[in-house]
């Protein structure tokens, strides 16, 4: 009896110690197979080279099943709770080739969200879809758009947005403080014609003198001073619109997390 409670325990130390905690540095999960080992060191090696750049994640993955119910809950899940992403934000994306469901999939978080609103992301899955078959290829037409975009920053589409706390996009509308204080600065000038004009005297005589008071005219001086700005935010319209000015679209995955991206048919 001593010696089984001994072996149990040492069965259960080595199921323990056999158990490994998943790995987020790798950036790259050929789960299906569909990459060689060159290809997987090229691509992860192109995946740090844009992560330092751009202080953005950015992750990789085929595979051949799961039990999710889209290519994008799979893609959503598998960011968040792997804990994939930079900062407070977790800002990154995500590009999955599902054989199981026949789709290839980009998933962006954080401020991933606002690099890449929904013409970019079309323009990426119109690159990628290019090279459809070839999936090394596919990947690699991934990194360099996902690159390219990083590199002209945030699209006029999403100016006047910011990622917030929770990891929303938000619309940020600024108090028109110029606007007021150029209005301000007109009403005083109309004020001060119209006191200056009330003073005037339009009695010709033959000493002008003798009909204006000199010192009833007073003229009250103002200056404005900047305080300070009042900033407002707004929930994106998340409805999904692939025009060049319609923003990003996004959508909460199973986490609460929210995301932006899209797909297509493999």
């Known amino acids: 009896m001593k010696k089984l409670k001994y072996l149990l325990i040492f069965v259960l130390f080595i199921g323990i110690s056999s158990v490994k905690a998943f790995d987020n540095t790798i950036k790259v999960y050929d789960y299906a197979s569909k990459l060689t080992m060159d290809e997987e060191t090229n691509l992860r090696?192109?995946?740090?080279?844009?992560i330092d750049t751009y202080n953005m994640d950015m992750v990789i993955v085929t595979v051949n099943y799961h039990t999710k119910s889209s290519t994008m809950a799979?893609?959503?899940?598998?960011?968040?709770?792997?804990?994939?992403?930079?900062?407070?934000t977790k800002d990154g994306l995500i590009f999955v080739l599902d054989f199981y469901?026949?789709?290839?999939?980009?998933?962006t978080t954080g401020e991933a969200i606002r690099v890449y609103d929904d013409y970019r992301i079309n323009k990426m899955l119109d690159n990628i879809e290019a090279y459809k078959g070839n999936y090394y290829k596919m990947c690699e037409a991934f990194i360099k758009s996902a690159s390219n975009y990083a590199k002209n920053g945030?699209?006029?589409?999403?100016?006047?947005?910011?990622?917030?706390?929770?990891g929303d996009l938000v619309s940020v509308k600024h108090f028109p403080i110029f606007k007021v204080l150029l209005i301000d600065v007109v009403i005083t000038s109309i004020i001060m014609i119209i006191l200056i004009?009330?003073?005037k005297m339009?009695?010709?005589?033959?000493?002008?003198?003798?009909?204006?008071d000199k010192d009833s005219l007073k003229i009250n001086q103002r200056s404005d001073k900047f305080v300070s700005t009042h900033t407002t935010s707004t929930m994106i319209n998340t409805q999904s619109s692939s025009s060049h000015s319609s923003g990003s679209s996004t959508h909460h995955s199973s986490s609460g997390r929210s995301h932006g991206g899209g797909g297509r048919r493999l």
Request: aromatic share 18%; no cysteine; charged share 25%.
């Open 101 to 107: 469901k026949s789709e290839f999939y980009i998933s």
């Open 197 to 199: 004009n009330k003073h």
């Open 202 to 212: 339009i009695k010709k005589s033959v000493n002008a003198n003798y009909y204006i």
């Open 154 to 166: 945030i699209p006029d589409s999403n100016t006047g947005t910011e990622i917030d706390d929770n």
């Open 74 to 88: 799979y893609a959503d899940d598998f960011y968040d709770y792997n804990d994939f992403g930079i900062g407070n």
């Open 45 to 50: 090696e192109n995946i740090n080279k844009f």
